[in-house]
């Protein structure tokens, strides 16, 4: 069959590669009519030492079940499914707790070893699925393919920021950083009582699309005066940080409220921050990082798509053929363009 | 100043009453500038023994401080506030507990001694408010003020049933009647979570206004149906009972799943119910009873408001001058009008 | 192998039974060292048409697990373990949201027919667990198995109970009836943040068992003014009522205060209940309905029996090996024992 | 009358002040009967420019009321009170939503300028409470005055620190500091809902008492593998930092498990502090600053103290009478006394 491979220094390519089998009573075999290309993707094959060449890609999938091992509950072959990006063992003490991503045979798909052992990549015409009963969820009849196709990575991060701030109705939320996860966090928190949500995002096509799916945008610089306008000059109740790192959390501090809830999704690239941590005391603040868990979440997750609650098909800007995807990954590169996917 | 007043049997009048003026330090006197003409009203002035002539009526309102007394915290003259329907202390244990509605000084604006002491109704030019700190909000001036006069009742109401629901994100919703508190639970389930709300109503113009302000309505005998398609034949996770009573309480467990919850704020007219017990401990029902608070929420409404995520102005359908408050009366007591204010 | 079965008309005998095997992947077997009796047995034994002659009893025990079926995961042969009372999938909506009661595959041990499709007792040399990875919780080596025993049963009723009833810390609870999930649910209420716990019981004994293990214990009617004195004149904050149907209602009722929760976990016999609606719509009462779930809680019951906080093992007072199970279950069912377990 | 007062540079005497007197109509005088001496009293009169000869000292009372202004609601004349170490409005934003440290008229109790406005210090023979239906709570005639007096600081300090951590029931939870509000903090996490509490401190004495009180105490060195043995090498799942600065962040983090929650109620020395961001991104860390709030907590606080569940005069170990007050700050900054209070 036809994969996304990565062919060495920030380049993949598209290639045979062997069907996939079942290798435990707990796998599926999924026909992929979906697959997304994410920054992360774009993220590892520039990154050194994180993918060999021949490695497969993807982590973003929609299709359909064409083999069940013996051991899958509830799931049934002709199944159409959404994964999530990551896949565990549903029975361990993590996993029953909800803490999916913390679990010991946490695998996640077509990014090498970067996040536990080696996975088939999704960008394939099939992938396997392990603990398919875990990490697969049947996606409704009546819910668009291309929306469940972002519940496995950006509607879950986007959403579980969201439940981790767990602000009060009619709260004034910001979300820093207005990319694919701050979208769908300025989604969420609509969704999920906030009164206003701020996006704050210096670049204007993303303020725009902030602004049409229902949230205020502004630039950063802008950003303070207009919450506390919005605030009594309080500052926001929480803060989604969705840009990343150390610039990140200032931003999100910026403009946080005394007794506020900074929750950082932005992957850091600093191992250290230096937190004012006299001020963080005095203003009681709360900064938690999250990392989203579509397993957790997927019944919610699925049910506010299919509702049209959240939609995160308004950053989809691209569509190729498994064979262009190349084309699209150079796209996505060079930035023009958000969110390119893979139809079959 | 003139004021509408209980005339006996079922009929209003205008007339003119002495102003309104200070008696206690906590006091504050409210130039009224708009008023909502409510259910209640009608059903107090048609009910034999709650009011005597002469008593006042009305308890939504928005309007501007003239007077405050020396007790009267965080709120001045010249303020535009909207006020709850009722009055508490604030002090006790109660009221500390965000349980304002048992206060023992609690009194219900306009409304003779049918919900505790007799206080002034603010159908009038000016209202005198006990506890005014506690009573009245301060309005922000971007907040349409035809919006703020429904805080203190209705969308108190409507919010706080969907707040004791307390359902998962994602949750269907089911809303047991489509009059104002049922419209306004519509709104605030779909601000707080839900994935879809399903509005149960007969009557064609109430279903219409639901699905314009984003909801699924349907009649009484197509609702089960609906609503299992939209959840594998589950039921609704939450239902909101505004319906009333036996009947209201009998549909809303028509279509409730097992292990859901039904919140009634539908004011009762039977003083038994015949419970289907087992059948309520085998599916682990829970069922809530719900009286709005403005008081407590009144931060959260205030917000919801402002930002527009709650919109209540959509059941206004007519409005009136002080003089000619007796025709909304009419025009509401015969059908004609969901919602009549006066605007002064 | 040996087994407690139903011999017809409130009787049972310790058989000779085959051994059982696996009968599907996702099945364990587990040598059973400790076995209760519990009241249901002694219900379903009386019952007409419940059991069929040779039905196995017996839905709690400890013991270890000596076989398992290829896709159990998480669990291995010679594991110590408890065991839920009843068996769930894990994997489908119901389960997944932690609703196991609610699965379609639901069967409850050692009960006929009763709850579901019939499947083994516990009160056996050996136990056959489908869904072994859900159903079974492997046991802390320093966790003293005969606490562990009631895991499945008695203290995830008790505890469920505390948990859906979701007071305030501080809040003084009452728990209406002292048998074995009363006094569960009183541990848990201590242990779980209540102030004042108040278990109401007629029996002096059952009353002296409460008070040594913390709580505060009274006659029925010295209840309310018991619970007025602890509050003020204002009523339980939250009830537990487990003594079942409508009478434990009506005293759940005579002693929560307004705006207060009942929980009931007692079985009702009746099929209906007279509610005193006007009552409970203008005290904003919520009557909540649950039934134990140990496969939802169980780490919470686990940690909890672990660190002592709750002890469930205060109320055995009788202990039989196998072949004496028949007098263990006469010595329960003439009151002279409140709990017999069944050591092997 | 009598009170202590700042004499300079590390010392306090016992001297002639004037009695207070109203000063607004919502103040009350408060015959203080108990008054604690606390380590922030040490800290601010060893403490450059925090106070002026002369400035009154003391935050911890009980007491009772001899005077209330007319705007005093729901107190009397004769009530035994015990108050908040501070005072707040309770009308604004701020106090509505349970902030009131951040009330605009926040005032501490004889600490100088160092938090807000100067007020009057509590250890002297009468103290003028501002705001006192707010900034007081009634004591039930049953519970111990001595504990109440705890109520306004390290109690709600331990208390709200807990509370913050919002564990799940069964938690593992780590006490970092075993001074008075880690003791506390120890107390309160059994209270409300902990299985294994574990107190971290290097002083064999406080290890002590810990135990007395049901936690599990263990040296610092001793604290992972202590833990790690209660959870299977996970760590803790909750830890509250009662230590202080860089050092006790450092301790927390090094016993909290991946996903876990640490609440830091230890005032910092330093103003900034590197965090290992990379580390508590991955792990998901939630980090929580909180700071004790009496007002808002003020009934919970007391319906645990009334129930004896949380019992404060455990850490007395020192009384002495007014006149003798400079003893006792002489014990406790000698490290001979852990805490002495003044019995009038």
Redesign the interface.
């Known amino acids: 069959m036809k994969a996304v491979v990565f062919r060495g220094a920030g380049e993949v390519e598209v290639r045979d590669v062997p069907e996939p089998v079942l290798a435990d ?2 796998d599926a075999i999924v026909r992929v009519e979906y697959a997304g290309i994410c920054g992360t993707d774009l993220h590892l094959i520039h990154q050194d030492g994180a993918l060999a060449p021949g490695d497969g890609l993807g982590h973003e999938f929609v299709g359909v079940i064409v083999e069940a091992g ?2 899958v ?3 049934a072959v002709g199944d159409r499914v959404t994964g999530a990006d990551f896949t565990a ?5 993590w996993c ?2 909800g ?1 999916h ?2 679990c010991a045979e946490r695998t996640f798909f077509g990014s090498g070893t970067a996040f536990g052992a080696q996975i088939d990549g999704a960008q394939a015409e099939y992938v396997r699925v392990p603990f398919a ?1 875990v990490t697969l969820q049947r996606l409704p009849a009546d819910t668009d393919p291309e929306a469940g196709l972002f519940l496995g990575d950006i509607v879950a991060t986007g ?1 579980g920021a969201v ?2 701030a767990d602000f ?5 939320v910001a979300v820093v950083g207005g990319g694919p996860v701050g979208q769908i966090a300025s989604q969420a928190a ?7 949500v701020v996006v704050v995002e210096p670049v204007a096509e993303r303020r725009e699309l902030a602004q049409r799916c229902g949230a205020l945008a502004v630039a950063p610089d802008a950003a303070r005066a207009a919450i506390d306008e919005l605030t ?1 000059g ?1 500052g926001a109740d929480a803060v989604i940080e969705a840009a990343g ?2 610039r990140g ?1 200032e931003a999100a501090l910026g403009v946080v409220r ?2 506020g809830t900074v929750v ?1 999704v932005g ?2 690239s ?9 001020r ?2 005095a ?9 989203g868990n579509a397993i957790r979440d ?7 798509l ?2 049209g ?1 959240i939609d995160p098909t308004v950053i989809i800007d691209g569509r190729v053929g498994l064979a262009d995807a190349v084309r699209g990954y150079t796209a996505m590169h060079e930035r023009r363009s958000v969110k390119t996917i893979i139809v079959m």
Do not use: H, K, N
């Open positions: 009573p707990a013996a051991a509950r509830g799931l063992c549903g029975a361990c003490w029953r707790g803490y991503w913390e009963d959403y439940q981790r009060a109705p009619g709260s004034t609509q969704a999920c009582s906030a009164g206003f009594d309080r790192g150390a959390l005394r007794r950082s992957v850091p600093e191992d250290q921050w230096t937190m004012p941590l006299a963080c005391f203003d009681e603040i709360t900064l938690s990082f999250a990392i997927r019944d919610a997750l699925t049910a506010l299919r509702a609650v």
